[in-house]
């Protein structure tokens, strides 16, 4: 129920928008994260939204470079990455927390109940 779509090669530097709707469920119950992963490496915390939008939490890596945001009309949340680096390189997964946000930790994967197939991108030097 989620589809994750946006990623694709682009030099660094630049950048991208990655979107994730959620359909068959209220979008606006869920706190939406986004994680990654490398090849060999670990899933990586991105960032997270709350459900309203107010809240925002991102990963050290990717702070001030990206924006995670929600159109709850749209059922889609977003990821904006700017100054792309080549070590940004991975699949992107969208994920959804039926939770309060004070319940939630956002670095948490286990605390996410429905992942998204993921979309790859990659940011070449």
């Known amino acids: 129920q989620l589809q994750a779509s946006g990623g694709g090669l682009v030099q660094a530097g630049g950048s991208l928008r990655l979107s994730c709707a959620l359909s068959g469920r209220t979008f606006s119950n869920y706190a939406m994260g986004w994680f990654r992963q490398a090849p060999g490496k670990e899933r990586e915390f991105v960032a997270a939204?709350?459900?309203?939008?107010?809240?925002?939490y991102y990963g050290d890596s990717v702070k001030g470079r990206f924006t995670i945001s929600r159109d709850n009309a749209k059922n889609t949340v977003y990821l904006r990455m700017n100054s792309l680096k080549p070590e940004d390189t991975a699949v992107y997964y969208c994920?959804?927390?039926?939770?309060?946000?004070?319940?939630?930790?956002?670095?948490?994967?286990?605390?996410?109940?429905?992942w998204g197939q993921g979309t790859q991108v990659t940011v070449s030097s």
């Open positions: 994920a959804a927390a039926r939770t309060d946000w004070s319940s939630l930790a956002p670095r948490d994967s286990t605390g996410y109940s429905y």
């Open positions: 939204i709350s459900w309203s939008g107010t809240i925002t």
